[in-house]
């Protein structure tokens, strides 16, 4: 009996034993599927490794492109502040000097002013000599009309005591 069970279990095993193999070939299918799956998932977080790898790389260059840009513009920054304040200085020179231009605007007005305040001033001593002169040359004017008639009439006494003469003669 207990041969019989032997090979009664020697046969079970052996028959369990195919039904094992196929177990096992179905785990180790799976396992392969699983396998091969994790290595297509390894591949592509390579590839994604590989893309973020070049990513940050391509990331660095421009980061390193943007800071020399920074660098150009904080330098273009600085040249406008100083051509930002040679115009300031610039602006104030021209307004100070627009203020001296100004006063001596002013003050040449101002002698402009005087200087025709003085011109008229010397027009009406002008008009008054004329005044004056015209004054005389009427004064000279009635004294030789004097002198004429005066002359006249020294030539009318002349005269008149030489015809007296001569009549008292004869």
Do not use: I, W, Y
Request: net charge negative; charged share 30%; proline share 1%.
């Amino acid at each position: 009996a207990e041969k019989k069970k032997k090979k009664k279990d020697a046969g079970g095993a052996e028959e369990q034993e195919p039904n094992r193999v196929a177990e096992l070939l179905a785990e180790l299918a799976q396992t392969q599927v699983a396998l091969d799956a994790a290595q297509q998932e390894v591949a592509v977080l390579q590839a994604r490794v590989e893309d973020a790898s070049n990513a940050a790389f391509r990331l660095s260059s421009e980061n390193s492109d943007l800071q020399d840009a920074m660098e150009r513009l904080d330098d273009g920054a600085k040249q406008l502040r100083a051509q930002l304040a040679a115009a300031e200085a610039a602006a104030q020179a021209a307004v100070a000097e627009k203020q001296e231009l100004t006063a001596l605007l002013e003050q040449a007005e101002d002698q402009l002013a005087a200087a025709r305040h003085e011109q008229d001033e010397l027009a009406k001593q002008a008009e008054a000599k004329d005044a004056e002169c015209q004054l005389s040359e009427r004064d000279k004017a009635d004294l030789q009309r004097q002198l004429a008639l005066l002359a006249q009439q020294l030539d009318e006494l002349r005269q008149s005591q030489q015809d007296n003469t001569t009549t008292n003669n004869n």
